[in-house]
């Protein structure tokens, strides 16, 4: 029988738990958080959607009853608590495959302590910028030519620049099949007013981020005011697809060309996507995520690049305190 052990029982384990409990596969799960009101949430979430194979769930308010190992382990902490979150599963545990959460961690000391972790443990990772893993994605991935510049802009109002920037980093590294180590920034201009995040202890913020690898750009672009629906703009020489967040479709234009074409398109959630992954690793190993290594590149450079702005406009942070 398939483990899986869960860290973090909150928004986005439950979710996790969801779609493992319809998992067409009769699997073991450990969900671990010291918060019996989460844990109660992932039962009654779990009990909700739970599938025909009668998967088995174990809620552990620590780690002492984990099995030796498991063939999956997906830590859903937040941010801060994520590092210590790891580290405690695997004083107790193991695991073939691992995945982490974004935003994966507020300290830059963090990511060098965890890849040391990641390779003496020898667990395959990756981190759930899951983007790049959605089917309408993938369909512009196979229309998009490669020798064709293209430019990726996010834009609306408030749509979480800190939390989310890490998604459409992602995203651009898998359109123009390069690894984000090619990444420059071009320009950053963060609003001076910094938000408290809707959960408790994190922050948010809005502002402009333009990013470039050779000559493929990504524009960042999050207003402070008004109402405007999130829209993801695809463009090269020849094609714009345009998704407006809410409308269930993507607009397909040519370039110089008023003719529009509509395609019906829902965005999965993650209550959706989670067992389809854990069917992919095991049959062949790997998954659509994208690996540690290429998350690992923009998380650091997007710390670096946002705590240097907030300095020239007097914040001192020495975490970029995001999750």
């Not at 003496?120 to 369909?139: S, Y």
């Not at 512009?140 to 109002?157: E, Y």
């Not at 989670?274 to 998954?287: E, M, N, P, R």
């Amino acid at each position: 029988m398939t483990r899986v052990v869960i860290v973090g029982g909150g928004q986005n384990g439950s979710r996790h738990l969801q779609s493992l409990a319809a998992s067409k596969e009769k699997l073991e799960i450990f969900v671990v958080d010291p918060s019996r009101s989460a844990l109660d949430t992932c039962k009654l979430r779990f009990d909700s959607v739970k599938g025909e194979t009668q998967s088995l769930l174990f809620l552990e308010e620590d780690y002492l009853s984990l099995p030796k190992s498991v063939d999956l382990a997906i830590i859903a902490t937040g941010s801060r608590h994520r590092k210590a979150g790891l580290e405690n599963f695997f004083d107790k545990s193991s695991a073939c495959f691992l995945i982490l959460e974004k935003f994966l961690f507020p300290n830059k000391s963090d990511y060098a302590d965890v890849s040391q972790l990641i390779q003496r443990k020898g667990v395959h990772a990756w981190v759930n910028c899951n983007l790049r893993t959605m089917p309408i994605f993938q369909w512009i991935k196979r229309l998009l030519k490669l020798d064709s510049k293209l430019v990726l802009r996010i834009n609306g109002s408030r749509w979480g620049l800190g939390c989310n920037s890490v998604h459409f980093m992602d995203l651009f590294s898998f359109f123009v099949d390069r690894h984000p180590d090619c990444y420059e920034i071009l320009n950053i201009d963060l609003d001076e007013k910094v938000i408290a995040s809707k959960r408790v202890g994190y922050i948010e913020f809005n502002g402009r981020i333009e990013i470039g690898c050779n000559e493929d750009r990504l524009v960042l672009d999050s207003e402070p005011n008004g109402t405007k629906p999130l829209v993801i703009s695809i463009e090269n020489d020849v094609n714009k697809w345009t998704l407006v967040k809410g409308l269930d479709q993507v607009l397909v234009s040519q370039i110089g060309s008023k003719s529009i074409l509509k395609r019906a398109v829902t965005l999965p959630l993650q209550s959706e996507m989670t067992s389809k992954i854990l069917d992919q690793l095991a049959i062949t190993g790997t998954c659509d995520l994208p690996s540690w290594d290429i998350a690992f590149s923009y998380h650091l450079a997007f710390i670096e690049w946002v705590l240097r702005d907030f300095a020239t406009k007097g914040h001192s942070f020495e975490d970029l305190m995001v999750t």
